[in-house]
């Protein structure tokens, strides 16, 4: 059974920084296109960044610059570095793991999902 777990999500001034975990189980992360969306409140769920199985990371030009996704194989885990966090960073984070190496924003593409993990900047 797959299981895709976040972790790290919590209450954050604008400005700190805030390091997501998504522990994966039943699938090894090095064989999949691992992404981050996210849904804020009254919107639709949005892209946030992605890294293929070669490493390619590709960014939402909203975080780009101050998000970076990363992966370690040992721990079979991606993270999402969060810095200089702002109030429209405010959603639920979610992970999603695709067998299709062209998944990118499309969430269709994507085969398992975690459950999310709440994020929140005050100003």
């Known amino acids: 059974q797959v299981r895709l777990v976040e972790t790290g999500g919590g209450l954050v001034q604008a400005g700190g920084s805030l390091r997501l975990s998504c522990a994966a189980s039943?699938?090894?992360?090095?064989?999949?296109?691992m992404t981050w969306f996210r849904r804020a409140p009254g919107k639709e769920r949005e892209f946030v960044a992605t890294?293929?199985?070669?490493?390619?990371?590709t960014y939402a030009d909203s975080v780009k610059g101050r998000f970076t996704i990363s992966r370690d194989y040992a721990k079979n885990t991606v993270y999402l570095q969060m810095n200089i966090l702002q109030p429209e960073d405010t959603a639920v984070y979610y992970c999603?793991?695709?067998?299709?190496?062209?998944?990118?924003?499309?969430?269709?593409?994507?085969?398992?999902w975690g459950q999310g993990t709440q994020v929140t900047v005050s100003s």
């Open positions: 039943g699938l090894t992360i090095s064989s999949y296109t």
């Open positions: 890294i293929t199985r070669i490493s390619i990371t």
């Open positions: 999603a793991a695709a067998r299709r190496y062209s998944a990118g924003a499309s969430e269709d593409r994507y085969d398992y």
